[in-house]
């Protein structure tokens, strides 16, 4: 059975060293703690539990309650993601939503690395959305060599029909969060 250092440290995508540089513990002493060689002195029990942001009453009594951590993570993740959905009623907010998350859950690295992976969704859709909706109706005038006399602006409906598609790479995304325990699919990573 897995240690209660060793299982928050691997959901928090840390090594040992990486947890022993955030936290000031020694290597040794977290290997020691992991390995349940030593429960740990007061003092490393709180700086680890301040570098995993755990309550440190849990860990000095080594009832660890990984559900809620993992839970607590996912909620902040799936949030990140829904997030992006503000951009049906508010353009570029799809970014600027799961930004302000992300920088309140910063401390957490799971939540940061596949916040940033998401919000790096986010931008790539904006971006060629941006793309499609100044381009295409160019195109199609420069084809058609007249203007267009429709009572629509020919951007408003490609924005729809990108607003659409980014709904279902949410859900998309939205699936892959509720499906898996490990976050091991790939989404690019811009940030």
């Given at each position: 059975m897995e240690s209660w250092l060793k299982k928050?440290?691997?959901?928090?995508?840390?090594?040992?060293?990486?947890?022993?540089?955030i936290s000031g513990v020694s290597v040794k002493t977290i290997q020691r703690i992991e390995n349940k060689k030593s429960k740990g002195s007061i003092y490393s029990i709180k700086q680890l539990a301040t570098a995993l942001n755990i309550?440190?009453?849990q860990l000095q009594q080594n009832e660890l309650s990984p559900n809620t951590t993992e839970q607590q993570?996912?909620?902040i993740i799936k949030l990140i993601n829904w997030s992006a959905l503000i951009v049906i009623v508010i353009p570029f907010a799809n970014i600027i939503a799961p930004l302000i998350i992300l920088q309140k859950n910063k401390d957490n690295?799971?939540?940061?690395k596949m916040g940033k992976k998401i919000v790096s969704v986010q931008i790539l859709w904006t971006f060629f959305t941006l793309v499609l909706a100044i381009s295409l109706p160019l195109l199609y005038l420069w084809n058609i060599d007249q203007s267009?006399?429709?009572?629509?602006?020919?951007f408003i409906p490609?924005?729809?029909?990108?607003i659409f598609l980014n709904i279902i790479i949410i859900l998309m995304i939205a699936f892959q969060l509720s499906n898996k325990n490990e976050y091991?699919?790939?989404?690019?990573?811009l940030l």
């Open positions: 928050t440290r691997i959901k928090n995508c840390l090594s040992q060293e990486e947890l022993a540089l309550d440190p009453i993570t996912q909620s690295n799971l939540v940061s267009y006399s429709g009572s629509v602006p020919l490609v924005y729809f029909i990108a091991d699919f790939y989404l690019p990573n």
